[in-house]
């Protein structure tokens, strides 16, 4: 079975002995399962900077597992080695699950590093990070699998994903960016009208598939429709305003 990990950056290192390996472990049970060492990947390039990584991905066609934990664990000529937080495959029954770097492209001028250089991408190095970006994802398709349901046609993955995308960019400006929201210079607004028309396409194409292809309810949109924990919650709280279109109740998110 294949799997594919995207958008792994390894951790900075000081010392001029670059990351030379990427080992990827395979588990049943995430942290606490037993990992299995599937594949090794000899990094080519090597990072020319070790100081500013370059972010890779992985495609490895010996995974055994449908809904199985990935792992990547950076290793040097030294063998000291650096573990990834580990990654659930859900892909195999949740195929319009998007990339962190489908979400980034929406908010392109978020993926800024510490250098105030643009990535394209979330990474270790971006706020918000990758390991944050793809918990909102997760944040995301709790909200909408509800209505897609695991498995879905081909025909519509393509359109659920963008909305998938796109209720995660709305996310992440409202946990990471909310008083640029209150301040008119978020791009949440905009975002939201993108999602809102996606999501009508996706309900009229699935329309066009079969007559049970329709979702029995509007989706809500409001601030009140949605998750109320996302990692890491923002600084601060906005009061109600209707003018934002936020709804927000004053609840920690």
């Known amino acids: 079975m294949k799997v594919t990990l995207t958008d792994y950056t390894p951790v900075e290192v000081y010392d001029d002995v670059p990351w030379t390996q990427a080992l990827l472990y395979e588990s049943p049970s995430g942290e606490d399962g037993t990992w ?46 650096s573990k990834t937080p580990p990654v659930q495959n859900l892909q195999a029954v949740r195929a319009y699950r998007p990339l962190v770097s489908d979400v980034a492209g929406w908010l392109r001028t978020r993926t800024v590093d510490t250098n105030a250089q ?35 046609q081909a025909e519509l993955v393509g359109s659920a994903k963008n909305v998938v995308a796109l209720r995660a960019a709305m996310m992440i400006e409202l946990s990471f960016f909310a008083d640029q929201i209150r301040a008119d210079r ?23 598939l079969g007559p049970d292809g329709a979702p029995d309810t509007p989706d809500d949109t409001s601030g009140n429709a949605l998750p109320r924990a996302i990692f890491p ?7 109600s305003d209707s003018s934002t279109g936020l709804g927000w109740d004053g609840a920690i998110w």
């Open 36 to 81: 299995t060492l599937i594949e090794t990947f000899t990094l080519d390039p090597v990072d020319p900077d070790p100081e500013n990584p370059i972010t890779r991905e992985f495609t490895s066609d010996l995974a055994t597992l449908a809904n199985g934990w990935y792992q990547i664990v950076w290793q040097n000529a030294d063998l000291d080695q």
């Open 118 to 152: 643009e990535q394209g991408t979330f990474t270790a190095a971006t706020r918000p990070t990758y390991e944050q970006a793809d918990r909102v994802i997760d944040g995301a398709m709790e909200k909408l699998e509800a209505k897609f349901g695991p498995n879905m």
């Open 186 to 208: 978020s791009p949440y607004q905009e975002l939201k009208a993108l999602y809102e028309e996606a999501l009508t396409d996706w309900q009229t194409e699935r329309r066009s």
């Open 233 to 239: 919650p923002p600084a601060t709280r906005i009061p």
